[in-house]
């Protein structure tokens, strides 16, 4: 390997050093203070780097969020996208009340950064539209596994299946953000139980 390529690879493993760092400075400073009061000259300090490096990597505290948004919203994706392919009504039942669960425990497994992640979606326009996104690609999964139900003959046909996607994505965020905000008195397996027997008794044939 030449000097050259050295010094590139070495400048590239100091710069993801750095957007790490941020990163990690990032999480730190939310949780501690909030979206709202929380600076991007308190997330640069904590990180202990420049601010003309900092810049390179993120233009605000803003943008350093939405990457905060897609890193943890990994875990929820994995969850959505479990393998979906039942062969019977139980089948389908058992597989849909554990992604419910699943998403709603990561949900409080990662609550002070979702507390956050809620204020700023209040508040920023940037991260409006990010949740808008990552919703879309929740009600998109839901909408394929719906379907497919459908085309074999579980669910029944006379709905749509884009809508019953959103109706069902929608009372899951809501019990999601309740949980994070601990305005939930009741247990994640309550919840689960109740929203799963009520979503499919409504769409799956008996």
Same mark, same amino acid.
């Given at each position: 390997?030449?000097?050259?390529?050295?010094?590139?690879?070495?400048?590239?493993?100091?710069?993801? %050093?750095?957007?790490?760092?941020?990163?990690?400075?990032?999480?730190?400073?939310?949780?501690?203070?909030?979206?709202?009061?929380?600076? @991007?000259? &308190?997330?640069?300090?904590?990180?202990?780097?420049?601010?003309?490096?900092?810049? @390179?990597?993120?233009?605000?505290?803003?943008?350093?969020?939405?990457?905060?948004?897609?890193?943890?919203?990994?875990?929820?994706?994995?969850?959505?996208?479990?393998?979906?392919?039942?062969?019977?009504?139980?089948?389908?039942?058992?597989?849909?009340?554990?992604?419910?669960?699943?998403?709603?425990?990561?949900?409080?497994?990662?609550?002070?950064?979702?507390?956050?992640?809620?204020?700023?979606?209040?508040?920023?326009?940037?991260?409006?539209?990010?949740?808008?996104? @990552?919703?879309?690609?929740?009600?998109?999964?839901?909408?394929?596994?719906?379907?497919?139900? &459908?085309?074999?003959?579980?669910?029944? /046909?006379?709905?749509?299946?884009?809508?019953?996607?959103?109706?069902?994505?929608?009372? %899951?965020?809501?019990?999601?953000?309740?949980?994070?905000? %601990?305005?939930? /008195?009741?247990?994640?397996?309550?919840?689960?139980?109740? @929203?799963?027997?009520?979503?499919?008794?409504?769409?799956?044939?008996?």
């Amino acid at each position: 390997m030449s000097k050259t390529t050295d010094h590139i690879d070495g400048r590239n493993l100091r710069s993801i %050093n750095t957007r790490k760092k941020l990163l990690e400075a990032g999480h730190d400073i939310f949780v501690e203070y909030g979206f709202q009061k929380a600076t @991007i000259t &308190q997330i640069i300090k904590r990180a202990k780097t420049g601010y003309g490096t900092a810049y @390179i990597h993120f233009t605000g505290k803003d943008e350093l969020l939405i990457v905060l948004m897609e890193d943890v919203m990994k875990r929820f994706y994995e969850i959505a996208e479990m393998h979906f392919e039942p062969a019977s009504k139980e089948e389908a039942i058992a597989m849909i009340t554990n992604q419910a669960r699943l998403f709603l425990e990561n949900a409080i497994e990662e609550q002070a950064i979702m507390k956050v992640f809620a204020e700023a979606i209040r508040f920023s326009d940037i991260a409006h539209q990010k949740w808008n996104e @990552i919703r879309e690609r929740f009600i998109e999964k839901i909408s394929n596994d719906v379907a497919y139900s &459908q085309e074999k003959g579980l669910a029944r /046909k006379d709905l749509n299946h884009d809508l019953v996607a959103r109706n069902w994505f929608a009372l %899951n965020e809501t019990h999601l953000w309740d949980l994070v905000n %601990n305005s939930n /008195k009741h247990s994640v397996q309550e919840i689960v139980r109740n @929203i799963t027997t009520l979503y499919t008794s409504a769409l799956y044939l008996s």
